[in-house]
Nanobody, 115 residues
Framework: VQVVESGGGLVQPGGSLRLSCATF??????????MSWYRQAPGQGRELVAH????????NYADSVKGRFTISRDSAKNTMYLQMNTLKPEDTAVYYC???????WGQGTQVTVSS
């Protein structure tokens, strides 16, 4: 299974970005696959940002992003998104997509929040 993230970039504090996670080669119905977003800031460990269970109605967010980040999915494109609003400098990190059922990580996409 291949996982490819995109959509990162440089944004000013208070701005927004939408990350994409495209999956290729899943043997299961995309809508039934749990998927997660993680991030890793310089010098820190990888932390869970948001998790979507097999049903889109069940999502969990880290306290640090709750109310600002939102997961969505497009089953026709086998793609998960992370809408990030009201970005803060502390959101600066490499963001990774992860499919737990197959243990697949993407290569990551850099998000930098700076004025």
């Amino acid at each position: 299974v291949q996982v490819v993230e995109s959509g990162g970039g440089l944004v000013q504090p208070g701005g927004s970005l939408r990350l994409s996670c495209a999956t290729f080669g899943l043997a299961f119905n995309f809508s039934r696959v749990a998927m997660s977003w993680y991030r890793q800031a310089p010098g820190q460990g990888r932390e869970l940002v948001a998790h979507s269970t097999s049903t889109i109605s069940s999502t969990n967010y880290a306290d640090s992003v709750k109310g600002r980040f939102t997961i969505s999915r497009d089953s026709a494109k086998n793609t998960m998104y992370l809408q990030m609003n009201t970005l803060k400098p502390e959101d600066t990190a490499v963001y990774y997509c992860y499919v737990p059922s197959v243990g697949s990580w993407g290569q990551g996409t850099q998000v930098t929040v700076s004025s």
